[in-house]
């Protein structure tokens, strides 16, 4: 219907829109261009339909499964391609994760951190400290070793374990229960 083109390869991907779903993942055949182009990724119709994607040009929404998220605004130079933002909650995942990222693992100064418990009296500092310092181990800035007894989950008969993300919070309770 958008002409002809020809391709270099073919490629069968499967891949996530975790600003739409986190969950799930896609299967689809690809066909690979190496001539530059203003995309990574063109999904068609095909794909969009079999997906349950819709895109609402006029309330710039793209919407799966009642979630739904605004399209980023076309640049200002002529790549006019459209692009899902991130939502709320992969920002604050994304923020999380550069936080424990950017972390100081340093060991920490317990004579300091008590001075700076300025709520306390005297008398409640030195017990502070005098807990810190017990167990000054875990404040050394190393991360440790799990030195417990190993754990193990036993499964019903013919049981097979499964692991799956966490299901996503649709967007119209996001603001309910998502803090900024």
């Given at each position: 219907?958008?002409?002809?083109?020809?391709?270099?390869?073919?490629?069968?991907?499967?891949?996530?829109?975790?600003?739409?779903?986190?969950?799930?993942?896609?299967?689809?055949?690809?066909?690979?261009?190496?001539?530059?182009?203003?995309?990574?990724?063109?999904?068609?119709?095909?794909?969009?339909?079999?997906?349950?994607?819709?895109?609402?040009?006029?309330?710039?929404?793209?919407?799966?499964?009642n979630v739904s998220t605004s399209m980023k605004k076309p640049k200002s130079t002529?790549?006019?391609?459209?692009?899902?933002?991130?939502?709320?909650?992969?920002?604050?995942?994304?923020?999380?994760?550069?936080?424990?990222?950017?972390?100081?693992?340093?060991?920490?100064?317990?004579?300091?951190?008590?001075?700076?418990?300025?709520?306390?009296?005297?008398?409640?500092?030195?017990?502070?400290?005098?807990?810190?310092?017990?167990?000054?181990?875990?404040?050394?800035?190393?991360?440790?070793?799990?030195?417990?007894?190993?754990?193990?989950?036993?499964?019903?008969?013919?049981?097979?374990?499964?692991?799956?993300?966490?299901?996503?919070?649709?967007?119209?309770?996001?603001?309910?229960?998502?803090?900024?």
């Amino acid at each position: 219907m958008a002409g002809t083109f020809s391709t270099d390869s073919k490629y069968f991907a499967e891949f996530s829109l975790p600003e739409l779903n986190p969950t799930a993942t896609f299967k689809q055949k690809m066909y690979v261009v190496l001539k530059v182009s203003n995309y990574d990724v063109i999904l068609g119709r095909d794909f969009l339909q079999k997906a349950g994607i819709s895109l609402d040009f006029n309330n710039q929404l793209i919407t799966c499964n009642n979630v739904s998220t605004s399209m980023k605004k076309p640049k200002s130079t002529n790549n006019f391609n459209y692009a899902i933002e991130e939502s709320h909650v992969l920002q604050n995942d994304n923020l999380r994760l550069q936080h424990i990222l950017d972390a100081n693992y340093e060991k920490a100064n317990l004579n300091e951190i008590v001075q700076e418990c300025t709520h306390l009296n005297k008398i409640e500092k030195k017990g502070l400290y005098d807990l810190l310092s017990k167990f000054e181990q875990m404040f050394d800035g190393q991360l440790g070793l799990w030195t417990g007894k190993p754990y193990e989950i036993e499964l019903k008969a013919g049981a097979t374990p499964y692991h799956s993300r966490p299901f996503a919070l649709p967007k119209c309770y996001e603001k309910h229960y998502v803090k900024k």
